[in-house]
Each structure stands twice: as C-alpha cells, then as structure tokens.
T-cell receptor, first 112, second 113 residues
Framework: DAKTTQPPSMDCAEGRAANLPCNHS???????VYWYRQIHSQGPQYIIH???NNETNEMASLIITEDRKSSTLILPHATLRDTAVYYC?????????????FGDGTTLTVKP | SQTIHQWPATLVQPVGSPLSLECTVE??????LYWYRQAAGRGLQLLFY??????ISSEVPQNLSASRPQDRQFILSSKKLLLSDSGFYLC????????????FGQGTRLTVV
C-alpha cells in the first residue's frame, strides 16, 4: 500500500466546511484513496473512497488532484459530532478491504 | 443488515493470565475477518486476518493467537498476557470482493496490570 501523510491535527468551527488534506505521492495507478474516521473509543467508520474522479456521498466529498498525488476530504457543514480522528488510506480495490494500513491520521476538533 | 459484535468492552487482566476476546458477525456469510490493535493515540496495527474457517494469517509476531472455529466467529487469545499487550483491540469484517469497505466493532479496551 502507498504511504500517506496527513497533518496531525486540525480545528474547524461548527457549521463551517472542514477540509482534511492527504498526500499520497507514491500512489500507483490501480490504487484507490479511502477515508475512515474514528470517534473516540469506537471502531473506525468508512466514509468514502475514490480513484481519480471526485466523489460525494451523504457524509462527505472527496477531491482527488489530477495527478492523484493528494486528496482532500470535505465535510461541508461540520458538527460537534464530526470531532474524530480521520484516516486516509491508499490501497488496491481488489486487495482485502480490511488489510489497510492505518497511520496516525488527523485529529479534527470541531469547536462551537 | 449486517452487524458485528465484540465483547467485552473493557477488561482488566493481571500479567500472566490468559485472554479470550470474541467477535461475531451477523447477516453475512464467508466474511473476511480481522483483529487490529491500537496503542493510545496511535493508528491501527493489523494483527491477524482470516479468509475462511480455520484459515488464519498473522501479520506481526507476538504473544497472541487467533482462531476461527465458525464462519462468523473470530477469537483472539493469549496463554499468558504481558504488560505490552495492553491496548484497544478491534475486530472487523469485509466481504470477499465488490465492496471496498471494512466494518469495525466497538472494540475492547484491555489493560494488563
């Protein structure tokens, strides 16, 4: 799996958009970008994934740069419940979905 | 719908005692199953994964073992716990193919004293 780099922490005001960056400069052509989050003392939760096109679901949007070397997870209207550690993971689609390398992630704190 | 159960939620065990953590999945068949450990403030480390009954792969050498006696049951064990075994243990499952998501249980916080 390609290595990812994320800032250790970020703050965001409640109701504003939270933009979480991830660098994955060694990503290969068949590897996807996945995002999970982990609320304190709970198991991680899948958020979204993408290959090269921007993706959006009910939780978030994923913007992947044209060269695919970086991406941004966007929470459009952050709430206090979005405070969590966010993990950016890169791996092939056909590899075992649970065999992911979770780094230290970004701790997002949403403030009132 | 699929659910994953992991218990107990917290556990305090003395050094040298045995360990057995259980994880079960409902609502799916032939899932891939995983055990992860998380040290305080750190990311997740994959310990074991299983693609079928009796099939266990170990990712890191350690004091722990895993077993899969039934299709949707995954057990993490130790004969003698060490202080370094303390941590947050997470069970997860995924489908064989087609669905790229992994689904995690709520975790067991183990403290070895």
């Amino acid at each position: 799996d390609a290595k990812t780099t994320q800032p250790p922490s970020m703050d965001c005001a409640e109701g504003r958009a939270a933009n979480l960056p991830c660098n994955h400069s060694t990503i290969s052509g068949n590897e996807y970008v996945y995002w999970y989050r982990q609320i304190h003392s709970q198991g991680p939760q899948y958020i979204i994934h993408g290959l090269k096109n921007n993706e959006t679901n009910e939780m978030a949007s994923l913007i992947i740069t044209e060269d695919r070397k970086s991406s941004t997870l966007i929470l459009p209207h952050a709430t206090l419940r979005d405070t969590a550690v966010y993990y950016c993971i890169v791996r092939g689609l056909n590899t075992n979905a649970g065999k992911s390398t979770f780094g230290d992630g970004t701790t997002l704190t949403v403030k009132p | 719908s699929q659910t994953i159960h992991q218990w107990p939620a917290t556990l305090v065990q003395p050094v040298g005692s045995p360990l057995s953590l259980e994880c079960t999945v409902e609502g799916t068949s032939n899932p891939n199953l995983y055990w992860y450990r998380q040290a305080a403030g750190r990311g997740l480390q994959l310990l074991f994964y299983s693609v079928g009954i009796g099939q266990i792969s170990s990712e890191v050498p350690q004091n722990l073992s895993a077993s899969r006696p039934q299709d949707r049951q995954f057990i993490l064990s130790s004969k003698k716990l060490l202080l370094s075994d303390s941590g947050f243990y997470l069970c997860a499952w995924s489908l064989w193919a087609g669905d790229p998501r992994a689904f995690f249980g709520q975790g067991t916080r183990l403290t070895v004293v």
